[in-house]
């Protein structure tokens, strides 16, 4: 079993930037693969990043590609989102979730676990 607590969400102008922790508790953090996920108002939610248990491997969506970067500390049981240049339609609710497998990293259906989320808001 594991659990996932976001934090650092907040408001921040166009241009600026944000970083996002999670922090796992349970046993055997570094085995799992770990991803960002994203929801805005009336959206579907969809794959931000997402990082290997050894953190060596990362990927992106697209739209973040650039400027956000994931990784993680497999000692503090913590992955980040470091967010730059935030635009306004990188508003949303940001989780994050842990998965026994890498395979199916852009899907939700890949993970297990999930944290409730923290909210961004970027003002332009």
């Known amino acids: 079993q594991v659990q996932l607590v976001e934090s650092g969400g907040g408001l921040v102008q166009a241009g600026g930037s944000l970083r996002l922790s999670c922090a796992a508790s349970g046993s055997m953090f570094s085995t799992y693969a770990m991803g960002w996920f994203r929801q805005a108002p009336g959206k579907e939610r969809e794959f931000v990043a997402a990082?290997?248990?050894?953190?060596?491997?990362?990927f992106y969506a697209d739209s973040v590609k650039g400027r956000f970067t994931i990784s993680r500390d497999n000692a503090k049981k913590t992955i980040y989102l470091q967010m730059n240049n935030l635009k306004t339609e990188d508003m949303a609710v940001y989780y994050c979730?842990?998965?026994?497998?890498?395979?199916?990293?852009?899907?939700?259906?890949?993970?297990?676990?999930w944290g409730q989320g923290t909210q961004v808001t970027v003002s332009s």
């Open positions: 979730a842990a998965g026994r497998t890498i395979d199916f990293k852009t899907s939700e259906r890949g993970y297990n676990y």
């Open positions: 990082v290997t248990g050894s953190g060596f491997s990362t």
